[in-house]
């Protein structure tokens, strides 16, 4: 590779070319055009003999480390790059071959430092080593997940060797239209311009740190808007461009912590949840397993009898628990999805429910991988292949890590409707599926993006609020790049994020308008509470009733849940319960007791009346525990007799008087249920339930 004579010398020595590594440069392209030529040995005689004539050159040793590890004599060719840098630390090209010696030993983290050091350390003017550089880093970045600093890395090669196809092929292949990124962590981002109020000394600061993100050395630009930051730490565009600095440089727990400050302090909503997507971003790469919602857990299992293995697989694909099984002959591979068991009150209602993922199964060799992003459902899974395989596998490694597909974390949401008849009830149970897990399981569960504020809780924050839409905009990319059967505007709906709301349920259409039926289920609870309840129709009312439910507007929920109860009974819909127990918790939260038994009664009554009293059990229950808040604790007691004489095998009516009548203080009653109870725990060999009755009874000792 020729060099301008006049350029900084690339050993790093300060000097110019002409007057520092020339000569050497000259013999040391004998030496490597040798070994080109495949004659090693030569190379390497010729590289000792540069060598002993220069036995103060950094570039003599470096070249000679080159060709040591290029012959796989990895230990000498750590010797001489050490000789080298005991010359001088600040040695470029050291750093860089170095670098690549921990690349191909697959620690890549080590090695895109190395590389990010040497790039540092070359004069901006060596562009074709920096490209080099740059799309090794590209490759690091990648291979742990860090698509923004891959993205920025690439670009910079490009710049310094706008020439070879291959990379501008690399940046179409990585985040062109057929990526396997979605659009936010695929973008090409840009800095913030200085805020109109700069003063002419910042807008100069401000310039300066451009300038070193233009010439590739991302740590002067880092350094740069940090001190901008200090200077003034309420200027939310240099704290976002600092942030951005530190994800171009991979450095993605720091770009996180500006990126945070830059939302607080950004009025605009939107870009402010733009940002926070990118954050969501930097939460998948690796190394941020302590900061992120976005986890793999998975556990390999050793096989020792993989014909025992196998018969259990069939098993469960009889029992349609295994599915999508893929074999792949050439590789000794199996492949599938194991569903997790599904439970119903009766036959047809298990077998109308779809069941959602329990685990992936991958078996090669007689290896077998689980995994999943729902810890509860991978554990359950783990937990059931253990006990049917026994010893016929060995002790599992689990490990967890962040997601390797940014849409993985999807497989949560989907249901899998193996009982479908045909292709459009499989859509419907789909479709029904992925919106009851976002509207209902995911609303109420705590986010680490949102300080550990489940999504219903953070709509209502005026910070977690900018936050929420970001994590709402990641998760809308990864869904339409998985073409995932879902509208994420019905989740902005239900949180009240949407500007303009949809008319309230019997509003009145257009002139000219056909009359469409609203929908009630993605409304969220401003929506709702506009809702006149007397002209929904009934299934239009209990899905306000769900949609309140699902939001955690509990006192929303009374006012369509009295109004089902209300309406005359439907065949179709016999069972009431769920109204009007909610009936009795609002009556007992506002401490009216009379009114909670007087739903109790009427629930009862509407039970045994148009459902053949199959909820006799939960309303006695109920009935019990409304007693004791009225302070009768004589009916209450009663009650609970009754209910544990109709079914005494039920532990569960057991605890709950003895701890009802804990709370009452009534310790002599509450010891006489925990007592009866922990003999029948003994009887049915229930160790859970013997530890909580005898919990139970010593606390109703004390209080006796």
Known sequence: MALDPYAACPCGSGKKFKWCCQPIHEEIARALEQHAQGQHDTALRIMDEVVARHPNSTEAHGQKARLLYAQSRTDEAENALQKAFEINPNYPFGHYLRGRFRHEEGEVVGAAILYRKAADLYDPSANLIRSEIDAAIFDCELKINHPVAARAALEQAIRNDPNTPELRQALEEAFGDKSRF????????????????????????????????????????????????????????????????????????????????YVSLEADGQKAGDAWALAEV??????????????????????????RVFAVLGEWEKERRLTNVEVREE?????????????????????????RLGAYLLV?????????????????????????????????????????????????AMAFPVNATDEASYRTKLTEGIEKFFEGTWLHRPRV?????????????????????????????????????????????????????????GAAPAAGAAAAAPDVGA??????????????????????????????????????????????????????????NHLVTLSLAEGNADLALHYVNEGDKADSEQNEGRRQNDYELRRAQVQAKRGDMDAAHQAFERLIERVPSELRYRSSAAETMLSARQGARALRFAEEGLAKARQQNNRDAEQQFMELAAAAKKQA
């Not at 310039?207 to 010439?215: E, F, V």
């Not at 000794?332 to 119903?344: C, D, E, F, T, Y």
């Open 182 to 261: 979605p659009v936010v962590a695929r973008r090409a981002y840009s800095y913030r311009g200085a805020p109109a109020s700069a003063t002419p000394e910042r807008r100069t600061a401000w310039q300066k740190a451009l300038g070193g993100a233009t010439t590739g050395r991302l740590s002067d630009a880092a350094k740069a808007f940090a001190k901008l930051t200090e200077e003034d730490a309420g200027d939310a565009a240099a704290w976002y461009n600092l942030g951005l600095t530190r994800a171009w440089l991979g450095d993605n727990p720091h770009a996180l912590e500006a990126l945070d400050r």
């Open 282 to 307: 930097l939460r998948c790469g690796q190394g941020m397993e302590n900061d992120t919602d976005y986890l793999e857990y998975s556990a390999v299992f050793p096989a020792r009898d993989l014909q």
């Open 331 to 355: 590789e000794r591979a199996v492949s599938g999805l194991i569903l997790q068991p599904v439970k119903g009150l009766t036959p047809e209602h298990t077998a109308a429910q779809a069941p």
């Open 364 to 412: 090669v060799g007689n290896m077998i991988r689980l995994w999943n992003v729902n810890r509860e459902a991978f554990e359950e899974v783990a937990r059931e292949f253990r006990e049917r395989l026994g010893a016929a596998v060995a002790e599992p490694h689990y490990r967890t890590a962040t997601v390797p597909l940014m849409t993985d974390f999807l497989s949560e």
């Open 449 to 505: 993006a949102l300080k550990g504020v489940p999504p219903v809780g953070a709509a209502g924050h005026a910070d977690l609020r900018k936050k929420l839409g970001g994590v709402i905009h990641f998760m809308q990319d990864c869904g339409n790049l998985a073409a995932l059967p879902y509208d994420f505007d019905r989740l902005r709906r239900k949180l009240g994020l949407l500007e303009a709301a949809a008319p309230a349920a």
């Open 523 to 580: 409304m969220g609870a401003a929506e709702l509470a506009a809702v006149d309840a007397e002209k929904l129709p009934d299934e239009q009312l209990e899905q306000a009733y769900q949609a309140a439910m699902r939001l955690e507007a509990r006192d929303l929920a009374g006012k369509f849940a009295k109004a089902l109860v209300g309406r005359p009974p439907r065949a179709e819909r016999p069972d009431r319960y769920a109204w009007f």
